[in-house]
T-cell receptor, first 111, second 112 residues
Framework: DAKTTQPPSMDCAEGRAANLPCNHS???????VYWYRQIHSQGPQYIIH???NNETNEMASLIITEDRKSSTLILPHATLRDTAVYYC????????????FGGGTRVLVKP | DAGVTQSPTHLIKTRGQHVTLRCSPI?????VSWYQQVLGQGPQFIFQ???????GRGNFPDRFSARQFPNYSSELNVNALLLGDSALYLC???????????FGPGTRLTVL
């Protein structure tokens, strides 16, 4: 699985959009970009995933560059409950393909 | 619909003991994966099972074993516990082995 690089931490103002970058320059053609978040001591929560196209759901938007070497997770209106560690993971779609968690980005939403 | 459930929520054992952790996947999911998360680190992959067969194994010693039952629930067994096995053990289920994985709340294991 390709390696990802994320900033270790970032702050965001409540009510503003949070833009979380991720680099995955070695991603291969059949690998998806997944985003999870983990609020303290809870199990990771799935947010969104994509292959090539931008994706949006009720939680967030995922913007993947055309060359697929980087992506951005957008939380449109951050709330205090969005404070968490956010993990960007690249993973193939076949059985047996594990999720490889890096250090993630620790996001602190401030009032 | 119920999500992934794990039991017990917390567990305290002493060194050398054996432990069994249990996981029930989301209804209709046939794959279960296990992860270990040591304090301050991201989760590390231990096993994946799909249709009751092992489909992936992480870099963990043979003291760690797992199995999946006909109803797709799963057990993770750890023998000869060490202090370093203290961690949050996470179970994730997916429809197939390659689908999106959804995590349970975890079992917090403390080894004294």
């Amino acid at each position: 699985d390709a390696k990802t690089t994320q900033p270790p931490s970032m702050d965001c103002a409540e009510g503003r959009a949070a833009n979380l970058p991720c680099n995955h320059s070695t991603i291969s053609g059949n690998e998806y970009v997944y985003w999870y978040r983990q609020i303290h001591s809870q199990g990771p929560q799935y947010i969104i995933h994509g292959l090539k196209n931008n994706e949006t759901n009720e939680m967030a938007s995922l913007i993947i560059t055309e060359d697929r070497k980087s992506s951005t997770l957008i939380l449109p209106h951050a709330t205090l409950r969005d404070t968490a560690v956010y993990y960007c993971i690249v993973r193939g779609g076949a059985a047996g393909n594990k999720l490889t968690f890096g250090g993630g980005t620790r996001v602190l939403v401030k009032p | 619909d119920a999500g992934v459930t794990q039991s017990p929520t917390h567990l305290i054992k002493t060194r050398g003991q054996h432990v069994t952790l249990r996981c029930s996947p989301i209804s209709g999911h046939k794959s279960v994966s296990w992860y270990q998360q040591v304090l301050g680190q991201g989760p590390q992959f231990i096993f994946q099972y799909y249709e009751k067969e092992e489909r992936g194994r992480g870099n963990f010693p043979d003291r760690f074993s797992a199995r999946q039952f006909p109803n797709y629930s799963s057990e993770l067994n750890v023998n000869a516990l060490l202090l370093g096995d203290s961690a949050l053990y996470l179970c994730a289920s997916s429809g197939t082995g390659g689908d999106t994985q959804y995590f349970g709340p975890g079992t917090r294991l403390t080894v004294l």
